[in-house]
């Protein structure tokens, strides 16, 4: 480790948040939808480091800091920058570190973000790191769950599609556990919910249940429907993709029956698991998800810059 003593607090996992924390940060995010535009980091500069395609993550961050006041510098492709010459991770880090007061970065790699927290003397949000973990989205969901429903406690949410693969829905679950869910995991068998994440229900008394199909029937208990898109991107095998890419799509006939207050998320992009009509019935939801990113992740730059 180069330097334990950072100047802010990183964001790595919501493992590292308390549920005080969680609903704190989630009032924060209320107060800069009232008032997005603020200039409490000037003189800031931030980095975004973006190895792997972004688009709501980069566009939502680098929005928040310039309605903040503060300065970007960084990348949206990898492939122009050092690393193509071989330069390690940490040396990168390392760097950028001596630029910015904030990193933000996503990576291809599992625990690439925590790898960053240990050796910067900066502190990182981790933009998602790989099928590992996506903090600042699920900030995101939570807050799109609470103005929606009301609440977060003793909900029926339902993942749908890749939950093996997929980060959001696994920090989901991590950030869930205080809030007493149900949970349903709908996916076809190859892309089924690690066993880890399972266990990690069942150590925080989360009750959940597995599905193999999505149907009408199956989601008429639903508060949250989380759909997810099978990420072609984490596939070695291609012919393996190609068989499960469109086996749950989501179709308007299909929430007939659904609860009044159910609605729909997806962390985007969508590909072809929701039908393009549902866009404007007023149970989907995930348009103004993608919006509220702004106001959560104002509030998550603040707090790792100890301004709130």
């Given amino acids: 480790m180069i330097n334990m003593e950072q100047s802010g607090k990183s964001l790595i996992s919501l493992e590292e948040l308390s549920k005080s924390e969680i609903l704190e940060l989630l009032r924060h995010a209320s107060e800069f939808e009232k008032e997005p535009n603020r200039k409490i980091l000037d003189g800031k500069v ?7 395609p972004s688009t709501r993550t ?9 309605r903040l006041g503060g300065r970007i510098i960084g990348f949206a492709d990898a492939a122009t920058t050092s690393s193509t010459k071989g330069e390690s991770l940490k040396d990168t880090i390392m760097m950028v570190s001596n630029y910015a007061d904030l990193i933000i970065m996503r990576h291809y790699l599992e625990g690439a973000a925590r ?10 949000i981790n933009a998602g790191d790989g099928a590992n ?5 699920t900030m995101l969901d939570l807050y799109s769950i609470q103005k929606t429903q009301g609440r977060l406690d003793n909900l029926n949410i339902y993942l749908v599609g890749d939950l ?7 920090s989901m679950l991590i950030a869930m556990r205080y809030f007493n869910p149900t949970f349903h995991f709908i996916a076809p068998n190859e892309l089924r919910m690690p066993n880890i994440y399972k266990e990690f229900c069942k150590e925080h008394n989360m009750k959940f249940y597995e599905h193999s199909e999505l149907s009408k029937e199956a989601i008429a208990d639903a508060d ?3 759909m997810t898109r099978v990420q072609k991107e984490r596939f070695t095998d291609l012919m393996e993709y190609e068989r499960v890419k469109d086996t749950f799509i989501l ?3 299909m929430l007939t029956d659904t609860k009044p207050n159910l609605r729909i998320l997806h962390p985007l992009p969508r590909v072809n698991e929701i039908e393009q009509d549902i866009d404007t019935n007023p149970k989907a939801y995930y348009f103004q998800q993608a919006k509220n990113g702004l106001y959560v992740r104002e509030a998550l730059i603040c707090n790792a810059l100890n301004i709130l």
Wanted: proline content about 7%.
């Fill in 46 to 52: 931030v980095a975004t480091l973006f190895f792997e």
């Fill in 58 to 66: 980069r566009l939502s961050f680098e929005t928040a800091v310039n």
């Fill in 115 to 124: 790898y960053a927290s240990e050796i910067s003397p900066v502190p990182i």
């Fill in 133 to 137: 973990q996506h903090p600042s989205q």
């Fill in 164 to 170: 093996k693969f997929g980060r959001t829905v696994h």
């Fill in 224 to 226: 949250i429907l989380y």
């Fill in 251 to 253: 179709k308007n006939d």
